[in-house]
């Protein structure tokens, strides 16, 4: 027997009896980036260990938080810190929190991670909205039985990532002098990082970045139907592009260079989402 649904309702029934504020954005932050939950006004934190069925993020960098509050009038739902399948978890239980969002409101999602730069005219530094995914995990978060109250069996996804959304965020970036990158996104399992060949591989297939999140939860909110954006700091160049290794330092490092833009592009954003 399958209990996602009742584990999503009591999750989200949990978070209600928390605060009466029914958050219309779901936003996940990405490695780095959680300094953006510094932006949520008058939140109520919620520590994923306290909501029922919630895992728990094991990785250095990303804290294991839920936050709950405005930016900019508009009513918000933030995960500080992501699941990832490289900790351990599967997909369906990456994405729940997703479902959990949707469950107390949120009808869009804003996404944001960190990503490796595939295409060669992208610099560290860089902020690319997502256009789409190649979900490369060999994994899919909507296996098994499906309970048509969360969505339909065989979701489309050939607008999985917003239109409407992309245009905005390019729009807003020009608005505030700097253009946004758009590219696909490549999401593999991780945690090591790629070899030299296999970004070769993925730069053949269309990828322009590519990471170890995202896609999971991006699957199972188009199947809820919300409305994605993704955005993602390219916080090095893929493995073989440069003569250096890569490392989780420099990830954390480049993140930590562009957060200024990077908040300033998603204050502006969140109210006209
Ligand atoms: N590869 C995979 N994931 C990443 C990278 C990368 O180069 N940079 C940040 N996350």
Redesign the pocket.
């Known amino acids: 027997m399958n209990h996602a649904y009742e584990h999503i309702q009591e999750a989200a029934s949990y978070i209600q009896s928390r605060t009466s504020a029914r958050p219309e954005i779901g936003l996940i932050l990405g490695?780095g980036l959680g300094v953006l939950a510094d932006l949520v006004e008058n939140p109520v934190t919620i520590p994923y260990r306290e909501i029922p069925h919630f895992p728990v993020s094991t990785v250095e960098g990303h804290a294991g938080d839920l936050l709950i509050g405005t930016i900019e009038g508009r009513a918000v739902v933030m995960m500080k810190g992501r699941f990832h399948m490289y900790e351990g978890y599967g997909p369906e239980v990456t994405a729940f929190p997703v479902r959990v969002m949707k469950a107390i409101g949120a009808e869009k999602l804003l996404v944001t991670n960190?990503?490796?730069g595939i295409n060669t005219s992208y610099e560290p530094g860089d902020l690319m909205v997502i256009s789409d995914h190649l979900n490369l995990t060999g994994r899919n978060p909507l296996i098994g039985a499906n309970d048509s109250r969360l969505g339909v069996r065989f979701p489309d996804m050939s607008q999985a990532y917003s239109p409407r959304l992309r245009q905005l965020a390019k729009a807003t970036a020009e608005g505030q002098g700097f253009s946004l990158r758009e590219g696909v996104y490549a999401g593999?399992l991780?945690p090591n990082?790629?070899t030299p060949a296999e970004i070769r591989m993925l730069r053949t297939m269309g990828a322009d970045a590519?990471?170890?999140s995202t896609v999971s939860e991006v699957i199972v909110a188009s199947h809820a139907g919300l409305e994605v954006l993704g955005i993602s700091c390219i916080?090095?160049m893929?493995?073989g592009i440069l003569d250096q290794p890569?490392s989780h330092d420099e990830?954390m490092e480049t993140a930590d260079k562009v957060k200024d833009a990077f908040l300033k592009l998603v204050l502006a954003l969140i109210p006209k989402m």
Request: a negative charge.
């Open positions: 490695s960190a990503a490796g593999l991780g990082y790629e590519v990471g170890m916080s090095n893929a493995a890569l990830v």
